[in-house]
């Protein structure tokens, strides 16, 4: 067995050398083929890179310009509107500059109005007294007008105080016609309690009215050196025959501190409608608790057809 084995040791040894030089000779072979394996893959990879981006680019720069323009209209909108606010803020500060100077020329322009308003009104009840008291008055007792009694207010008659009780025993109190007469110095009034009243007149004829006069004295000719008894605001009216239907003529305000014949016109003057009577209503004075006196009435206006009162 042992020579066995010593035979083929030699064999053996000789086959294992031969494989051992095979290895040695084949592994500087492999560790080229490996490098260049490594050099292709590292070239494809390269390739591969470059066709990617060589196809990509085009791709990539439109994209970049789109960006890039929409990028250029988003921000030439904000400009845009920057510009548009500060135009607006610069318009709101120059109008906010000019206000006060406006609000100056309105408050001069309505003062102006205001005084024209005034001096309209002023001449309205001065000016034109003057012309309707020249004209025919028929409210006039000489000429026939009278007072219906029955639908005018009572007498005031002063039993408040002493005085007025002397005075009353010596002086009756005026009748309502004296408004129809000329006579009016001081005193020369009819005077009706508190301060709402009224008086009807019985005119001459049918007429058409065109206005109505009222006349109070001169605060520095009254007595008691006062105004307050005189009418203030009035109203006007044209009453039918039978005194069932009036119609209202005109409303105003009689001022004291103005001239002491006033003269109303009518709006629609003459009047389309004829009265044989007119209603004198007083709606307050200014200012007696006690009463109030009137001392002339004037009713102007145009005769219908020379009919005479029923």
């Not at 390739?47 to 929409?70: H, I």
């Not at 025919?136 to 408040?160: F, H, P, V």
């Not at 004291?256 to 629609?268: C, G, R, S």
């Not at 206006?301 to 029923?310: C, I, R, T, Y």
Request: charged share 20%.
């Amino acid at each position: 067995m042992v020579s066995g084995l010593a035979c083929r040791l030699p064999g053996a040894l000789a086959s294992t050398g031969r494989l051992l030089s095979m290895f040695i000779f084949a592994v500087p072979k492999m560790a080229s083929q490996k490098k260049r394996f490594l050099l292709v893959i590292l070239l494809v990879t390269v390739a591969l890179v470059g066709v990617y981006f060589w196809t990509s680019l085009p791709l990539w720069s439109t994209r970049t310009k789109g960006l890039m323009e929409e990028l250029r209209r988003v921000c030439a909108a904000q400009l845009e509107t920057q510009r548009n606010w500060h135009t607006l803020l610069a318009e709101q500060t120059q109008k906010r500059q000019l206000l006060p100077k406006e609000v100056a020329k309105q408050m001069e322009e309505l003062n102006s109005a205001k005084k024209l308003c005034q001096d309209v009104q002023e001449a309205n009840q001065a000016a034109p007294s003057k012309v309707y008291v020249t004209m025919s008055n028929w409210a006039l007792k000489s000429s026939g007008a009278t007072i219906d009694t029955q639908r005018t207010s009572e007498t005031y008659i002063c039993r408040e105080t002493w005085q007025c009780r002397v005075v009353a025993f010596f002086h009756t109190a005026n009748p309502p016609d004296v408004i129809l007469q000329p006579d009016v110095s001081p005193g020369n009034c009819w005077s009706f309690q508190g301060h709402q009243g009224q008086v009807v007149i019985r005119l001459p004829a049918r007429v058409h009215p065109t206005a109505i006069t009222l006349q109070h004295i001169y605060k520095e000719m009254s007595p008691s050196e006062r105004d307050t008894s005189a009418p203030r605001d009035v109203a006007v009216f044209g009453v039918d025959t039978d005194g069932k239907e009036e119609v209202l003529l005109v409303t105003f305000t009689y001022n004291v501190t103005t001239e002491a014949i006033q003269t109303f016109p009518l709006k629609n003057a003459p009047f389309p409608r004829a009265f044989s009577r007119v209603k004198f209503f007083v709606k307050s004075n200014w200012g007696n608790p006690l009463y109030t006196c009137i001392y002339r009435v004037r009713v102007h206006g145009v005769m219908a057809k020379a009919e005479s009162l029923d």
